[in-house]
């Protein structure tokens, strides 16, 4: 069974950066698309950005293109968001999802995808102005 943990949320000032990481354990970490959705209180979940097996495809929901940035080390069984220029406005618990199935192309296209195998239990991410 596979299991996803999250890491690195907090409270941050605006235009400041930080960096989650999510390790996978319980299956080949190779073997599954990624993905980070987020959602704030009151909200829709939403899609955030979403990796490929190989690491080489990346997908972002159009408001954090150009400021946070998805990367995975399969080594490690890791997979990372590095979020930069930080808005109030990114306030939300940051989640982590993994695919054996679908293609990060396809979890990009939903903030509920199909075909997830584990969520993770999420990390606060709080913007102050």
């Known amino acids: 069974q596979v299991q996803l943990v999250e890491s690195g949320g907090g409270l941050v000032q605006a235009g400041g950066s930080l960096r989650l990481s999510c390790v996978v354990s319980?299956?080949?970490?190779?073997?599954?698309?990624m993905g980070w959705f987020r959602q704030a209180p009151g909200k829709e979940r939403e899609f955030v950005a979403a990796?490929?097996?190989?690491?080489?495809?990346?997908y972002y929901a159009d408001s954090v293109k150009g400021r946070f940035y998805i990367s995975r080390d399969n080594a490690k069984n890791t997979v990372y968001l590095q979020m930069n220029s930080l808005k109030p406005e990114d306030t939300a618990v940051y989640y982590c999802?993994?695919?054996?199935?679908?293609?990060?192309?396809?979890?990009?296209?939903?903030?509920?995808?199909?075909?997830?195998?584990?969520w993770g239990q999420g990390t606060q991410v709080t913007v102050s102005s």
């Open positions: 319980g299956r080949t970490f190779s073997s599954y698309a």
């Open positions: 999802a993994g695919s054996s199935v679908s293609s990060a192309r396809t979890m990009a296209g939903s903030p509920y995808p199909q075909d997830v195998d584990a």
């Open positions: 990796i490929n097996r190989s690491g080489g495809g990346t």
